[in-house]
């Protein structure tokens, strides 16, 4: 094992006492828990790391982060994984890892880790734990706010942990940690350590990749996933994602221990390792100079700075009082060496050119500074708008329509104080516009105050004696030089969308982090435009790589999909309750007792809904509001039926076909005002519903003045049904008269139930006398409570979705999706009435004057009573004429939709499509079933109650 001959004797934040073992490229070393794979290798001396895609030449490690283009490798152990930038990934014990030439491999064996994904929703999400993510993390969780705060490192701070900045007399990252213990004790904050957020997309939706094992090891614990997907919603967003440092073209900019100042300087303090023993630095700016004095701090001789401005600075001043010789004006113009730099030209700049004679510096290592790029991929992405600050040289944030805000380097803020402020002002004004309020500002360390002095972008530098350009490289994984773009504009290309794909620039897995603004500058001094005016390409997600295994992780389960509960979920767990799933939904199923199975406890409910009076939670139902002058056109175009003849104050039922006139979905309409009506659905059709009445709104009626708004989750409701049920809400609501000429079957009323207010529909889904009280999602529970109590001496029974599924079958009301199939329409249901002949259209009324639509053998849906009452026939079995099981293939009549269990019929029965089924009331059909048939008749889908004299009690 190699020694470290590059790793300084303290500092750095490893952990030295953890030694770690790995090999890379056959040879082992030894490096500490807490370095990357690439600092690691700059404490073992090794800067080459592969060669590159095209042409082949020698590559090194060029940056600390993401946004490396060089040092990409494939994992070799414990598991294949191509293509990891090795400054991403995290150093442990067993790790095995080559070098690749821009292309990796997938292993041919299944990967043994497990991958998944989770919803998470927040008030107040942060992107970035550097000082204006913290910043702006920790004042946004002053206020109660539910806050996400998201980094991709192991460690909160950012660029706090390679800098020696101090805060308040401190060293920043202890600061940086102190925040990050009181995000993490916060009761409402989550903090995501290891999480790149990837993707954001429309109504503040972000993805994120949890990296979960990776900096464990083989020794990983099994229960954990590598690597976990967040999906957050986000009620706003603010983006802290920094900035990455930019190289400059030059001839020659491409050997390895070509490095980023920045990168430089935080590979020295945050991991101990010195990438080099004497160095030249190359910038355009001052923050290269920090870069110089850290390292020179470390041991590092630092040869000259190089500086292209032409003005002596303070930095300036400050290096060559370090000792350090300042070339101003000037430029590097080309390096030598062959696996890593030996030496590096200078020479003065005059217009932009090289001037004068130049001159060779012996080094090491060159540290280049070209300036810095906001990180504004997520912002882009978000539908953001740039502009070019010339003062820095780089794409600033503009506007966005999302509610999204950018704070400290992100938004071009280049100085710690600056930083620190404006992240606490970003994080309180997310606050306040969700309406959280924060009596005192968070109180924010102080920096030092650090001298700044104006940028000078540059670009392209030329070669001495006007050398070509065919080593000046822009894009370093694709090979892409500044003689490559110049064919393409000298072709007539002009726009950098155009040259990015004639070239391939930015098109690598770094998508062009730190290639894609020096494109943009090299193609503007190509054609001799303004960089701003040129723009840069398209920034799209994914910011970074994410796997595949990620992206198609396990999907079962509580992962799945978000679990939505309703108000009054924690009720139905203390009533012992069972689940059901119904969409997203969890349903109460049942309300098991002490020694009952599901059938009994599902016939005692049904006993108490129709004998006495019962109680269920129907919040789930999708409740859809329209308003607007034309919402009664609207609805008679959607429905079958009229609903623009609907009287306020009153209740419709209506059918909603698709445009080939079968049922799609089902459900009330109320009517609250001349312009404003509510609609229900189906829980399971609730999102579907709202999509098909956009679609057609935005598509093929966009001249309706109406908007639709989903208001599921602004009501709760619970349907108190029974002929007993009159008692209990009458006691509950004096100032409502509840008898049948007051309050009509189909009718809506709005009152104090248990001195809450409400809304109350005589709406009946049991063909039992039954009210449905609709209140907000807070006031479900207590409203509950009242009714359980006030039913108590009634015997009020909760029941749950089996019980309401039979209850609706005995009536012979169907269940679209399980009682139909997609081939049905209304008259096949036996609900022609609700099909008007009257309107001129509807959806789907064509396609009911076809010839097949109007066939006599059609499915219809009708009863089964089984002759043994004790059989319960098995759902979706099939229906024959035969007694004896015929040779296949055998004819088939029909299939059973729905079989229950009836406590008022004292039997099973069952309903079912059958061909011509309404002309066969009465006939004798089979069910085979196993290896036996099950003799059945059939019957009106109505089998309680035909009359309905039930429902108004």
Known sequence: MTPQAFRLPEGGRVSRDEPVGFVFDGVRYQGYRGDTLA???????????????????????????????????????????????????????????????????????????????????????????????????????????????????????????????????????????????????????????????????????????????????????AHLSRERVWRIRARRVVLATGAHERSLAFADNDRPAVMLAGSARAYVNRYGAVPGRRAVVFTTNDSAYAAALDLAAAGVEIAAVADTRPERGEWARRAEQAGIEVLTGHAVVGTEGERRIASVTVAPLDGGSPSGAPREVAADLLLVSGGWNPVVHLFSQAGGRLWYDAELGSFVPDSCRQAVDVAGSARGVFHLSGCLADGAAAGRRATEAEGFAVEEPLALPRAAEEPRSPALPVFVVPGPDGAGSATHFVDLQRDVTVADLARATGAGMSSVEHLKRYTTAGTANDQGKTSGVLTSGAIAHLLGVDVGALGTTTYRAPYAPVSFAALAGRDRGVLHDPVRVTALHDRHVALGALFENVGQWKRPWYYPREGEDMAAAVLRECRAAREGVALM??????????????????????????????????????????????????????????????????????????????????????????????????????????????????????????????????????????????????????????YEINVLPWDAPALWDALLGAGGRLGITPYGTETMHVLRAEKGYPIIGQDTDGTVTPQDLGMGWAVSKKKPDFIGKRSHSRPDTARPDRKHLVGLLPDDPAVLLPEGAHLIDSEVLPAPPVPMLGHVTSSYRSAALGRTFALALVRGGRDRIGERLYAPVGDHVVPVTVASPVLHDPEGTRRDG
């Open 39 to 221: 600092s690691a290798l700059l404490a073992n001396g090794v800067h080459m790391t592969g060669t590159s895609i095209k042409l082949g030449r020698p590559r090194g490690i060029f940056s600390a982060g993401v946004e490396e283009p060089n040092a990409v490798v494939q994992i070799e152990a414990p598991f294949p994984e191509p293509m990891l930038p090795a400054t991403t990934v995290e150093l442990f014990d067993g790790l095995v890892a080559s070098g690749l030439p821009g292309q990796g491999r997938l292993s041919a064996d299944p990967d043994p880790a497990r991958y998944d994904a989770v919803h998470a929703h927040c008030d107040v999400l942060v992107v970035g734990a550097g000082p204006a993510g913290l910043a702006a993390a920790a004042a946004a969780a002053r206020s109660g706010a539910r806050v996400v705060l998201a980094d991709d490192q192991p460690e909160l701070g950012g660029s706090l942990l390679g800098t020696r900045e101090v805060l308040d007399g401190c060293p920043a990252a202890e600061w940086a940690a102190e925040v990050g213990r009181a995000l993490e004790a916060a009761p409402e904050v989550r903090v995501l350590r290891r999480t790149t957020v990837f993707g954001y997309y429309d109504d503040n939706h972000l993805v994120a990749v949890e990296r979960r094992t990776n900096h464990l090891g083989p020794l990983a614990p």
């Open 617 to 770: 939670d129907a919040s789930t139902l999708g409740k859809i509001e329209v308003r607007g002058p034309d919402s009664g056109i609207f609805l008679d175009l959607l429905y079958t039926n009229m609903m623009s003849t609907l009287k306020v104050g009153m209740i419709r039922y209506g059918v909603m076909c698709r445009a080939d006139g079968m049922v799609f979905d089902d459900g009330t309409v109320i009517r609250l005002a001349q312009d404003r009506f509510l609609m229900t659905t189906t829980t399971g059709n609730a999102a579907a519903v709202l999509d098909w009445m956009e679609e057609w709104l935005q598509t093929e009626w966009p001249h309706l003045r109406v908007h639709c708004t989903s208001v599921t989750e602004q009501w709760a409701t619970v349907a108190l049904v029974g002929p007993r049920s009159r008692e209990v809400l009458g006691s509950l609501a004096p100032e409502l008269a509840v008898d049948n000429d007051a309050f009509p079957f189909m009718a809506w009323r709005d009152t104090a139930v248990a001195g809450i207010g409400a809304r109350v529909c005589r709406i009946s889904f049991s063909g039992e006398l039954a």
